[in-house]
């Protein structure tokens, strides 16, 4: 193995089966199994198609593509949230993923209690997460809240303590889908800050994002799906110039 990838995808395809034939009902599908286990085991909806790539440890990586592409599969495959059809999926380090902020929360549990839950399913030890809550608990600029049920939360301030969570646990591999546009414009450009530092400091960052100016800001490289296949994959000043150009 070599050393200084971070990840590595070889010829990975990932489908879903399609349970149209449940439509007719629960009867309907049990007087007609054996047709009706046949075509279960026939219909099913690809998402990615025979892809490989290498990400390099430090290296800041963006995924892009029309919705549906498959970008956001590639990042449950590196977070191992979702098994491939057939390849292989190699991950080598900690992987902190920014996939749905406030995902991993419990809505009876306090700000402050999740932020213990949270870096607890993330792997880390209570210690360490008790050592952050005081710098976790100041970016979120959640204030009072902190100490109130996240069912009374907003989107937006759940947010803020899902950023602020993996942003203070030292992650290794981070792997971003859409999260930077959340929140209001300043807790925006705190977030991209905070992913540059990251950037200077080695931490693998993978991407998904529609906007071209935060790859441009932020990505050494750009790896564009298209129709669940890699289309493109290079330096960003040479695949953003010709992804821009498809789709004006």
Not at 29 to 44: H, T
Not at 131 to 158: A, H, T
Request: some cysteine.
């Amino acid at each position: 193995m070599n050393k200084s990838i971070a990840i590595q995808f070889n010829r990975v395809s990932k489908s879903y089966p399609i349970y149209s034939h449940l439509g007719a009902g629960l009867k309907g599908f049990i007087f007609n199994l054996p047709k009706a286990l046949k075509g279960l085991a026939r219909e099913r909806f690809t998402a990615l198609e025979n892809i490989s790539f290498d990400i390099n440890r430090g290296e800041t990586v963006a995924f892009m593509g029309r919705n549906g592409a498959g970008k956001s599969t590639t990042l449950g495959l590196i977070a191992q949230v979702l098994k491939s059809t057939s390849g292989t999926v190699a991950v080598h380090g900690r992987v902190s993923p920014l996939l749905e902020l406030g995902g991993g929360f419990h809505s009876d549990l306090t700000g402050r209690e999740n932020i213990l839950l949270n870096g607890v399913l993330l792997g880390l030890s209570r210690k360490t997460i008790k050592e952050k809550e005081d710098s976790i608990i100041g970016f979120s600029e959640l204030g009072n809240f902190i100490d109130q049920p996240i069912r009374m939360y907003s989107s937006g301030m759940l947010s803020r303590l899902g950023f602020s969570v993996v942003a203070h646990l030292d992650p290794e591999i981070l792997l971003v889908d859409e999260v930077l546009a959340v929140g209001d414009i300043a807790f925006q450009e705190k977030c991209k800050n905070k992913i540059t530092e990251f950037k200077k400091s080695g931490v693998t960052i993978v991407l998904v994002s529609h906007s071209i100016d935060d790859v441009r800001k932020l990505c050494d490289r750009v790896i564009w799906i298209e129709n669940h296949k890699i289309q493109m994959d290079g330096p960003t000043t040479e695949v953003l110039p010709v992804y821009e150009k498809y789709f004006v």
